[in-house]
């Protein structure tokens, strides 16, 4: 199996029942498996709205996740700034790392080397996931900082993993 | 007709709804129309209230639930329209407050045309435009859902009530309201 799928699965085993993204070919594998396993993500039209979308489903009893490029977190800044952190609506997020080790995209840089240092300066606690065999490890830990610690909990998908 | 008594007469006509308001007036007269109700009042993030709402809808479709956007925020998430289209909950009236002014920030015009029943149309959604309480009234009541209802209104007199909210304590009257 491959570690996309370990992440959903263990995702989906750790309590997540719906998925909103904004569609990244790096993501796609794990959107798959989502849909395999009966969690289609809803595709919506910008990363602000899909934070927003999280943040209802959150308020209103449910466990949601986030599927995002890291230059989507730029889009997505006021939802999480003033909405999500404040209300204390916490949630996974898997973030596609792209400006990072073998881009070829100048457009991406930026974002993707401040992607870290934003979501510090929000008080955000990022996890990079590195390793392969992480994969459920993370999701699960995640899982848990938004359900029991209250904060968002953001996956990082560092340019080590096999994309 | 006044944003409180605009909201008023949604709440009325749907009162069981789990309610969405967007920043400033629709915030504002929400808290007054309801005495303060369990509702998730936003204190900023302009433009996310109806995302907000669609995922309120999803997890709850056995509940109605309502979204009271201001025009000016409606207008900064406009993309949502699309998702309300796409996704098409059965369970979710969007109510445009058309006054055509961004109030919370001192009153500016906005800039753009106030089209949010032909957009909605466009998108295959079920619209209406209401001019009086009556016509929120039926609306509120008639149209099939997912839709999108104007009502455009003169009278723009503040609320009262802060729509600074306390963001802790709003999220946790709501999730014990939402938990019914």
Redesign the interface.
Known sequence: MTWQATLADALIESGV??A?WVPDKRLAPIAQRLTERGVPP?????E???????????????M?LVLAQCSGLGNAL??I???VI????AFPVVLSMRGTLGERNPSQMPLGRSTVATLEALGVQPFALRDPADAARYAKGAVNVAEGARVLAPILLEAELDL | MNPTSIVRAVLDADPDALVVSSLGTATSALRAASDDGPHLYMGGSMGTALAVALGVAEKRPDRPVLALLGDGEALMGAGSFWSLAGLAPANLLAVVLMDGHYTITGGQQLGVPGAFGPVAAALGLATATARSHEEITGHVRALPRPAVLEVRYEDRSWPGPSPFVDAPVVRWRFEEEASR
Not at chain 1, 51 to 57: K, L, N, Q, T
Not at chain 1, 86 to 89: C, K, N, S, T
């Open positions: 029942e719906v909103a809803r595709t919506l039209t910008r602000e709205e899909c934070f927003g979308y999280a943040a209802g489903y959150r308020a209103a009893g449910g949601p006021n939802a700034g003033s909405l404040p209300f204390g609506l």
